[in-house]
């Protein structure tokens, strides 16, 4: 099915399903690789494996931790994509606490579908319900295509994370992600 025809098909918001853990899992694993900054030049086989163990207590968390939720969007046929939802989280320099989008990913095949409004909106819904203001969430900077839904949903840009890269002699440029084609060079007089 092309994304085009999902759209056209009722979407659905609801908890996840203890059998739909390991779907929800294995889509994270597969869709980590898309939240790599474009400035490291870690592989995404590694970041996988990361993702693999740090999800590997997905449905302990899901069954005993209220304040974690996981929504899942579906069409009548299959799910389409997930957000993970932690309920308690406190924004630094405010101490409020607010609702943050952990995780949130659609399905290849889903993508350009209304799945991600509907987690979203979703989302916003269950943190009012618990009485929270806010609903945030952290999107790789290299990964625009997030970026500018979250903007159209009415989010607005609260910080930028900054990062360099650190060696014997104090400051060095970021490495990057070179790609087979790609030359690598790093920003020039990145010293102190």
Do not use: K
């Amino acid at each position: 099915m092309s994304p085009s025809e999902v759209p056209s098909r009722r979407i659905e918001v609801r908890e996840v399903r203890p059998e739909e853990i390991p779907w929800v899992r294995e889509l994270a694993v597969r869709s980590v690789i898309h939240g790599i900054p474009g400035s490291r030049d870690i592989p995404a086989a590694e970041v996988q494996r990361r993702a693999d163990q740090e999800f590997g207590d997905l449905e302990l968390a899901f069954r005993t931790d209220p304040g974690f939720r996981i929504l899942v969007a579906a069409d009548a046929h299959r799910p389409l994509g997930y957000l993970m939802l932690d309920l308690n989280h406190r924004e630094a320099s405010t101490g409020e606490t607010q609702a943050l989008i952990r995780d949130l990913a659609i399905e290849p095949a889903a993508w350009g579908s209304r799945a991600v409004h509907a987690l979203v909106r979703q989302a916003a819904r269950l943190a009012y319900q618990h009485g929270l203001r806010y609903l945030v969430g952290e999107v790789t900077a290299a990964n625009r295509r997030p970026l500018v839904v979250a903007q159209r949903l009415g989010f607005v840009i609260e910080r930028h994370q900054i990062a360099v890269q650190c060696g014997p002699e104090g400051l060095l440029p970021m490495p990057g992600r070179p790609g087979p084609d790609l030359e690598v060079s790093g920003p020039e007089g990145c010293q102190e």
